[in-house]
Protein backbone atom coordinates (compact mmCIF):
# COMPACT_ATOMS: atom_id res chain seq x y z
CA UNK A 1 0.00 0.00 0.00
CA UNK A 2 1.08 3.59 -1.35
CA UNK A 3 1.35 6.56 1.18
CA UNK A 4 -0.37 9.49 -0.55
CA UNK A 5 -1.21 13.00 0.88
CA UNK A 6 -3.87 14.59 -0.67
CA UNK A 7 -4.69 18.03 -0.64
CA UNK A 8 -8.51 19.72 -1.43
CA UNK A 9 -10.85 17.28 -0.16
CA UNK A 10 -14.28 19.11 -1.29
CA UNK A 11 -16.96 16.68 -2.75
CA UNK A 12 -15.08 14.96 -4.84
CA UNK A 13 -11.58 14.81 -3.50
CA UNK A 14 -13.15 13.87 -0.01
CA UNK A 15 -15.39 11.16 -1.76
CA UNK A 16 -11.63 9.93 -3.33
CA UNK A 17 -10.10 9.80 -0.41
CA UNK A 18 -12.87 7.49 1.18
CA UNK A 19 -11.95 5.01 -1.98
CA UNK A 20 -8.62 5.10 -1.12
CA UNK A 21 -8.83 4.52 2.75
CA UNK A 22 -11.31 1.85 1.77
CA UNK A 23 -8.06 0.06 0.03
CA UNK A 24 -6.11 0.25 2.44
CA UNK A 25 -3.94 3.31 1.70
CA UNK A 26 -2.01 5.11 4.72
CA UNK A 27 -3.26 8.84 4.16
CA UNK A 28 -1.85 12.30 5.18
CA UNK A 29 -4.84 15.04 4.20
CA UNK A 30 -4.68 18.67 3.83
CA UNK A 31 -8.59 20.70 3.64
CA UNK A 32 -9.53 24.12 2.56
CA UNK A 33 -12.70 26.22 4.17
CA UNK A 34 -14.81 23.14 4.55
CA UNK A 35 -13.23 20.99 6.98
CA UNK A 36 -16.19 18.12 6.26
CA UNK A 37 -14.15 16.00 3.58
CA UNK A 38 -10.56 15.99 5.82
CA UNK A 39 -12.48 15.77 9.59
CA UNK A 40 -14.26 12.43 7.62
CA UNK A 41 -10.67 11.00 7.02
CA UNK A 42 -9.28 11.77 10.35
CA UNK A 43 -12.16 9.90 12.00
CA UNK A 44 -10.69 6.47 9.77
CA UNK A 45 -7.48 6.91 10.54
CA UNK A 46 -5.91 9.61 8.06
CA UNK A 47 -2.96 12.29 9.43
CA UNK A 48 -3.22 15.53 8.86
CA UNK A 49 -0.77 17.99 7.65
CA UNK A 50 0.00 21.72 8.46
CA UNK A 51 1.39 23.00 5.60
CA UNK A 52 1.58 21.17 1.49
CA UNK A 53 5.63 20.83 2.08
CA UNK A 54 5.30 18.98 5.30
CA UNK A 55 2.46 16.62 3.81
CA UNK A 56 5.13 15.86 0.50
CA UNK A 57 7.74 15.28 3.07
CA UNK A 58 5.70 12.14 4.28
CA UNK A 59 4.34 10.60 1.24
CA UNK A 60 5.48 8.77 -1.55
CA UNK A 61 2.61 10.22 -4.07
CA UNK A 62 0.66 13.92 -3.90
CA UNK A 63 -2.62 14.27 -5.48
CA UNK A 64 -4.27 17.17 -5.49
CA UNK A 65 -7.78 17.58 -6.42
CA UNK A 66 -8.18 21.46 -6.61
CA UNK A 67 -10.62 24.43 -8.78
CA UNK A 68 -8.05 26.26 -10.81
CA UNK A 69 -4.27 26.51 -11.73
CA UNK A 70 -4.39 29.16 -9.77
CA UNK A 71 -5.14 26.93 -6.46
CA UNK A 72 -3.04 24.88 -8.01
CA UNK A 73 0.11 26.77 -8.56
CA UNK A 74 -0.23 28.34 -4.73
CA UNK A 75 0.20 24.63 -3.43
CA UNK A 76 2.71 23.92 -5.33
CA UNK A 77 4.85 27.18 -4.88
CA UNK A 78 6.72 28.57 -2.21
CA UNK A 79 8.58 27.67 1.33
CA UNK A 80 6.14 25.66 2.34
CA UNK A 81 4.98 24.70 -1.00
CA UNK A 82 4.57 21.05 -2.07
CA UNK A 83 7.99 21.19 -4.21
CA UNK A 84 10.13 22.12 -1.65
CA UNK A 85 9.36 19.19 -0.15
CA UNK A 86 9.50 16.24 -2.59
CA UNK A 87 11.94 13.56 -2.22
CA UNK A 88 13.95 12.15 -5.20
CA UNK A 89 11.40 9.42 -6.55
CA UNK A 90 8.12 11.35 -5.27
CA UNK A 91 4.97 11.20 -7.83
CA UNK A 92 2.52 14.19 -7.75
CA UNK A 93 -0.68 13.67 -9.86
CA UNK A 94 -3.11 16.60 -10.61
CA UNK A 95 -6.49 15.74 -10.03
CA UNK A 96 -8.27 19.04 -11.10
CA UNK A 97 -8.92 20.80 -14.39
CA UNK A 98 -6.23 23.12 -14.72
CA UNK A 99 -4.35 24.76 -17.93
CA UNK A 100 -2.18 22.66 -19.50
CA UNK A 101 0.60 25.39 -20.16
CA UNK A 102 0.22 25.71 -16.57
CA UNK A 103 0.74 21.55 -16.29
CA UNK A 104 3.75 21.53 -18.07
CA UNK A 105 6.13 24.33 -16.38
CA UNK A 106 4.58 22.66 -12.35
CA UNK A 107 6.30 19.31 -14.27
CA UNK A 108 9.79 21.00 -15.30
CA UNK A 109 10.52 22.49 -11.76
CA UNK A 110 8.65 19.10 -10.15
CA UNK A 111 11.59 17.34 -12.84
CA UNK A 112 14.28 19.36 -11.30
CA UNK A 113 13.23 18.33 -7.74
CA UNK A 114 14.08 14.84 -8.88
CA UNK A 115 9.88 13.97 -8.69
CA UNK A 116 7.30 13.45 -11.68
CA UNK A 117 4.23 15.30 -12.24
CA UNK A 118 1.43 13.84 -14.04
CA UNK A 119 -1.67 15.74 -15.26
CA UNK A 120 -4.93 13.13 -14.24
CA UNK A 121 -8.42 15.00 -14.91
CA UNK A 122 -11.35 13.68 -14.05
CA UNK A 123 -14.57 12.33 -15.42
CA UNK A 124 -18.27 11.50 -13.57
CA UNK A 125 -18.85 11.85 -10.10
CA UNK A 126 -18.08 12.00 -6.53
CA UNK A 127 -20.68 8.73 -6.24
CA UNK A 128 -17.69 7.01 -9.01
CA UNK A 129 -14.84 8.32 -6.85
CA UNK A 130 -16.30 7.14 -3.82
CA UNK A 131 -16.48 3.34 -5.52
CA UNK A 132 -13.35 3.39 -7.93
CA UNK A 133 -15.34 3.93 -10.82
CA UNK A 134 -13.52 7.47 -12.61
CA UNK A 135 -12.21 8.48 -15.82
CA UNK A 136 -8.74 9.31 -15.42
CA UNK A 137 -7.12 11.44 -18.37
CA UNK A 138 -3.53 10.80 -17.47
CA UNK A 139 -0.77 12.12 -18.99
CA UNK A 140 3.47 12.89 -18.14
CA UNK A 141 6.00 10.76 -17.73
CA UNK A 142 5.07 7.26 -18.83
CA UNK A 143 7.60 5.32 -15.97
CA UNK A 144 5.99 7.42 -13.17
CA UNK A 145 2.51 6.64 -14.74
CA UNK A 146 3.15 3.17 -14.44
CA UNK A 147 4.31 3.50 -10.80
CA UNK A 148 1.52 4.80 -9.74
CA UNK A 149 -1.02 2.99 -11.90
CA UNK A 150 -2.36 0.24 -9.03
CA UNK A 151 -3.30 3.62 -7.23
CA UNK A 152 -5.00 5.16 -10.29
CA UNK A 153 -6.71 1.94 -10.95
CA UNK A 154 -7.87 1.97 -7.00
CA UNK A 155 -9.90 4.94 -8.00
CA UNK A 156 -10.55 4.19 -11.63
CA UNK A 157 -12.85 1.83 -13.88
CA UNK A 158 -11.04 3.23 -16.89
CA UNK A 159 -7.65 5.17 -16.62
CA UNK A 160 -5.84 6.29 -19.66
CA UNK A 161 -2.14 7.47 -20.43
CA UNK A 162 -2.69 9.84 -23.33
CA UNK A 163 1.12 11.33 -24.18
CA UNK A 164 3.17 14.20 -22.83
CA UNK A 165 2.73 16.39 -19.88
CA UNK A 166 -0.83 18.15 -20.45
CA UNK A 167 -2.33 16.09 -22.80
CA UNK A 168 -4.94 14.95 -19.99
CA UNK A 169 -5.66 18.75 -19.55
CA UNK A 170 -6.36 19.54 -22.97
CA UNK A 171 -8.75 16.53 -23.52
CA UNK A 172 -10.81 17.40 -20.71
CA UNK A 173 -10.96 21.11 -21.56
CA UNK A 174 -12.23 19.98 -25.14
CA UNK A 175 -14.42 17.61 -23.17
CA UNK A 176 -15.74 20.19 -20.86
CA UNK A 177 -16.54 22.51 -23.97
CA UNK A 178 -18.44 20.60 -25.52
CA UNK A 179 -20.18 19.16 -22.77
CA UNK A 180 -20.64 22.79 -21.91
CA UNK A 181 -22.10 24.42 -25.09
CA UNK A 182 -24.04 21.20 -25.39
CA UNK A 183 -25.89 21.63 -22.52
CA UNK A 184 -26.25 25.59 -22.82
CA UNK A 185 -28.05 24.53 -26.15
CA UNK A 186 -30.27 22.33 -24.75
CA UNK A 187 -31.08 24.64 -22.21
CA UNK A 188 -31.87 27.23 -24.05
CA UNK A 189 -33.80 24.91 -26.27
CA UNK A 190 -36.45 24.19 -23.19
CA UNK A 191 -36.18 27.83 -22.51
CA UNK A 192 -37.32 28.73 -26.03
CA UNK A 193 -40.12 26.20 -25.90
CA UNK A 194 -41.57 28.19 -22.96
CA UNK A 195 -41.77 31.05 -24.88
CA UNK A 196 -43.34 29.67 -28.05
CA UNK A 197 -45.99 27.39 -25.60
CA UNK A 198 -44.71 24.59 -26.24
CA UNK A 199 -44.66 21.18 -23.27
CA UNK A 200 -41.16 21.11 -22.33
CA UNK A 201 -41.70 16.97 -22.37
CA UNK A 202 -43.24 16.94 -26.15
CA UNK A 203 -40.25 19.20 -27.20
CA UNK A 204 -37.61 16.45 -25.59
CA UNK A 205 -39.86 13.72 -27.01
CA UNK A 206 -38.81 14.32 -30.53
CA UNK A 207 -35.73 15.33 -30.11
CA UNK A 208 -34.61 12.36 -28.04
CA UNK A 209 -36.06 10.13 -30.70
CA UNK A 210 -33.65 11.21 -33.29
CA UNK A 211 -29.83 11.73 -33.56
CA UNK A 212 -29.96 14.49 -31.07
CA UNK A 213 -30.34 12.16 -28.32
CA UNK A 214 -27.50 12.00 -26.07
CA UNK A 215 -26.67 11.76 -22.10
CA UNK A 216 -26.04 15.75 -21.42
CA UNK A 217 -29.81 15.87 -23.44
CA UNK A 218 -30.89 13.77 -20.47
CA UNK A 219 -29.08 15.64 -17.52
CA UNK A 220 -30.73 19.05 -18.72
CA UNK A 221 -33.95 17.19 -19.51
CA UNK A 222 -34.35 16.03 -15.32
CA UNK A 223 -34.20 19.12 -14.12
CA UNK A 224 -35.85 20.72 -17.28
CA UNK A 225 -39.15 18.16 -17.18
CA UNK A 226 -38.61 16.52 -13.99
CA UNK A 227 -37.19 18.67 -11.55
CA UNK A 228 -33.76 16.77 -10.95
CA UNK A 229 -30.88 18.83 -10.85
CA UNK A 230 -28.62 16.51 -9.26
CA UNK A 231 -28.81 14.43 -12.51
CA UNK A 232 -25.44 16.87 -13.45
CA UNK A 233 -24.04 18.09 -9.96
CA UNK A 234 -21.65 20.27 -11.35
CA UNK A 235 -21.83 24.11 -10.42
CA UNK A 236 -22.17 26.99 -13.20
CA UNK A 237 -19.38 28.75 -11.66
CA UNK A 238 -17.30 25.84 -12.67
CA UNK A 239 -18.77 25.36 -15.87
CA UNK A 240 -17.77 28.93 -16.82
CA UNK A 241 -14.22 28.60 -15.74
CA UNK A 242 -13.42 25.82 -17.57
CA UNK A 243 -15.37 27.09 -20.89
CA UNK A 244 -12.91 30.17 -19.54
CA UNK A 245 -9.87 27.66 -19.43
CA UNK A 246 -11.01 26.15 -23.14
CA UNK A 247 -10.69 29.73 -24.69
CA UNK A 248 -7.47 30.66 -22.87
CA UNK A 249 -5.50 27.71 -24.11
CA UNK A 250 -7.23 27.77 -27.63
CA UNK A 251 -5.82 30.91 -27.57
CA UNK A 252 -2.34 30.14 -26.54
CA UNK A 253 -2.49 27.76 -28.94
CA UNK A 254 -3.36 30.75 -31.95
CA UNK A 255 -6.27 29.02 -32.81
CA UNK A 256 -9.17 31.28 -30.87
CA UNK A 257 -12.34 29.11 -30.45
CA UNK A 258 -15.70 30.22 -32.59
CA UNK A 259 -18.24 27.85 -31.03
CA UNK A 260 -17.69 28.44 -27.18
CA UNK A 261 -18.45 31.95 -27.32
CA UNK A 262 -21.89 32.00 -26.92
CA UNK A 263 -21.99 28.78 -23.50
CA UNK A 264 -18.76 31.70 -22.33
CA UNK A 265 -21.03 34.77 -22.24
CA UNK A 266 -23.83 32.67 -21.25
CA UNK A 267 -22.00 31.17 -18.43
CA UNK A 268 -20.43 34.42 -17.25
CA UNK A 269 -23.96 36.02 -17.55
CA UNK A 270 -25.19 33.46 -15.32
CA UNK A 271 -22.72 33.94 -12.85
CA UNK A 272 -22.69 37.78 -12.44
CA UNK A 273 -26.61 37.31 -12.13
CA UNK A 274 -26.10 35.46 -8.69
CA UNK A 275 -26.51 31.73 -10.36
CA UNK A 276 -22.86 30.44 -9.65
CA UNK A 277 -23.94 28.03 -7.20
CA UNK A 278 -26.81 26.59 -9.23
CA UNK A 279 -26.04 23.80 -11.15
CA UNK A 280 -25.30 23.64 -14.88
CA UNK A 281 -28.94 21.96 -15.83
CA UNK A 282 -30.58 25.10 -14.13
CA UNK A 283 -29.22 27.38 -16.61
CA UNK A 284 -32.52 26.82 -18.03
CA UNK A 285 -33.68 29.39 -15.47
CA UNK A 286 -31.09 31.65 -16.75
CA UNK A 287 -32.97 31.32 -20.64
CA UNK A 288 -36.47 31.36 -19.11
CA UNK A 289 -35.77 35.11 -16.87
CA UNK A 290 -33.38 36.25 -19.89
CA UNK A 291 -36.55 35.80 -22.50
CA UNK A 292 -39.21 36.43 -20.22
CA UNK A 293 -40.75 33.52 -19.50
Given amino acids: MARIGFIGLGLMGGAMVQRLLDRGHEMTVMGNR ?118 LDDLGENVFHLGESGAGHTIKLINNFFAMTTANAMAEAFAMADRAGIARADLHGVMSAGPLHSGMMDFVKAYAVDGDAQKLAFSIRNAAKDVGYYRRMAEEMGAASIMSACADDALGKAVEAGRGDDLVPQMVDFYTDRFGG
Fill in 34 to 151: DRTGVEAALQRGATEAATPRELAESVEIVMLCMGTSEQVEGRMRGADGVIAGLRTGSVVIDFGTSLPASTRTLAGECAEAGAAYLDAPLGRTPSHGREGQLNIMGAGDKEAFDKVRPV
